[in-house]
Antibody, heavy 118, light 110 residues
Framework: EVQLVESGGGLVKPGGSLRLSCAAS????????MNWVRQAPGKGLEWVSA????????YYGDSVKGRFTISRDNAKNSLYLQLNSLRAEDTAVYYC???????????WGQGTLVTVSS | QSALTQPASVSGSPGQSITISCTGT?????????VSWYQQHPGKAPKLMIS???NRPSGVSNRFSGSKSGNTASLTISGLQAEDEADYYC??????????FGGGTKLTVL
């Protein structure tokens, strides 16, 4: 059974940093691209970042480019998102999602909440 | 990187059919057959309903179908049921290698 479990969310002050993790199981992690998608309270989904299976390619949404960094450790079956220079508008539930060939998101984690507030 | 355009809300009675549109540009929906649709119930993670314009994953009801014409993709739900009431989002691959979501559509089953 495919499982994605996010962790690392919490309350952080504006300008602060946080590192999110996503533990994957039930599939060959190193064969899939992975993504982060976020959802602000009461708002829609926003794609944040993607990383290819071997970390050769990384992409970012305009709103996080230069502040967030996506990475992965295939030996640990884990996906990460480093969040720096956090702003109030980064407050959201952050989901990790698997992407097979075809650029869609077939499995999602349960999400981890990041709250940016003083 | 503008969001795809979806109607904010649609509604229908049980047994009826509804269609949700998703309008993009020639940089995303119009060029690539990488449009997907997601269902999200309150407090839950999104669920894939349609991939690559019109492919239905195993386990998804055949009442759900997708299509595309030009820069606009559509999700049709036939034989509406109470459990279909949820938020629906479209997504597309873009020519810059990024992905983009629609703003979401709230489906109400009357």
């Amino acid at each position: 059974e495919v499982q994605l479990v996010e962790s690392g969310g919490g309350l952080v002050k504006p300008g602060g940093s946080l590192r999110l993790s996503c533990a994957a199981s039930g599939f060959t992690f190193s064969s899939y691209s992975m993504n982060w998608v976020r959802q602000a309270p009461g708002k829609g989904l926003e794609w944040v970042s993607a990383i290819s299976s071997s970390s050769g390619y990384m992409y970012y949404g305009d709103s996080v480019k230069g502040r967030f960094t996506i990475s992965r450790d295939n030996a640990k079956n884990s996906l990460y998102l480093q969040l720096n220079s956090l702003r109030a508008e980064d407050t959201a539930v952050y989901y990790c999602a698997r992407t097979p060939v075809g650029y869609y998101f077939d499995y999602w984690g349960q999400g981890t909440l990041v709250t940016v507030s003083s | 990187q503008s969001a795809l355009t979806q109607p904010a809300s649609v509604s229908g009675s049980p047994g009826q059919s509804i269609t949700i549109s998703c309008t993009g540009t020639s940089s995303d929906v119009g060029t690539y057959n990488y449009v997907s649709w997601y269902q999200q119930h309150p407090g839950k993670a999104p669920k894939l309903m349609i991939s690559e314009v019109n492919n239905r994953p195993s386990g998804v009801s055949n009442r759900f179908s997708g299509s595309k014409s030009g820069n606009t993709a559509s999700l049709t739900i036939s034989g509406l049921q109470a459990e279909d009431e949820a938020d629906y989002y479209c997504s597309s691959y873009t020519n810059s290698g990024t992905r983009v979501f629609g703003g979401g559509t709230k489906l109400t089953v009357l």
